[in-house]
């Protein structure tokens, strides 16, 4: 059966995303912003993108560190609001209960099941974003989130998605097949 294909232009289409809060303290206070449009770099590092004119750009490079939260459905009214409210305006800091981990200027989130303290290592700036590079130093997660081997379960994780452009938030959290296991014993069609 043959489906009509519409040429939509350059849309990025890899949606959807978790939704991270990243943490940053500037002046020695907390800031908390949310940050879909993320990626991994090869094993050990991941990508933020920063619109330029948010505050949280000068909280990250006073410490050059920044904390990645993923949240749960019950946090999403609390993620919303600090990824609607600028630090420029409004105190955020406390929006959320933190600790820290062993770096400075990385406040991690008490109730994320998943949380990273990461070190800027490189910025790769485009007209209107700074995409942040950091290495990830730390990774503190619920012992309820992990399996026997100590391993995380992203069933447990069950973090909330992002995606554009209707802006909703998805939930993720149910496995549909194992990887590098579902394609043995595939067999090409029409061959
Ligand atoms: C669901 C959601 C996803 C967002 N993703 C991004 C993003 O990927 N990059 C970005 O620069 N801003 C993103 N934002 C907007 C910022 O979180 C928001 O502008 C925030 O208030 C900035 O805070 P700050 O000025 O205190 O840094 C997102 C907001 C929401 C609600």
């Known amino acids: 059966m043959e489906t009509m294909k519409r040429n939509l232009g350059p849309v990025i289409g890899l949606y959807p995303t978790p939704v991270t809060v990243v943490g940053t303290e500037s002046g020695g206070r907390a800031n908390w912003m949310v940050i879909a449009h993320i990626g991994l770099i090869g094993r050990d590092s991941i990508m933020l993108s920063v619109r330029k004119t948010h505050y949280s750009n000068e909280a990250i490079m006073e410490n050059k560190a920044a904390s990645v939260n ?35 200027g990385a406040p991690l989130i008490n109730n994320s099941p998943l949380s990273m303290e990461c070190e ?14 950091l290495r990830v130093v730390n990774t503190y997660a619920d012992e309820d989130v992990l399996d026997e081997a100590g391993n995380i379960d992203y069933e447990k ?23 590098w296991d579902e394609g043995k014993g595939y067999e090409i069609k029409n061959r």
């Open 70 to 104: 993923l949240i749960r459905s019950d946090m999403i009214k609390a993620a919303d609001y600090a990824g609607m409210v600028s630090g420029k305006d409004e105190d955020k800091s406390d929006i959320f209960e933190y600790y820290h981990g062993t770096l400075k």
């Open 120 to 133: 800027v290592i490189d910025i790769y700036d485009t007209d209107t974003h700074s995409n942040y590079v």
């Open 157 to 179: 994780v069950a973090p909330v998605l992002f995606e554009m452009p209707q802006g909703t938030y998805m939930s993720s959290g149910r496995s549909i097949g194992k990887c």
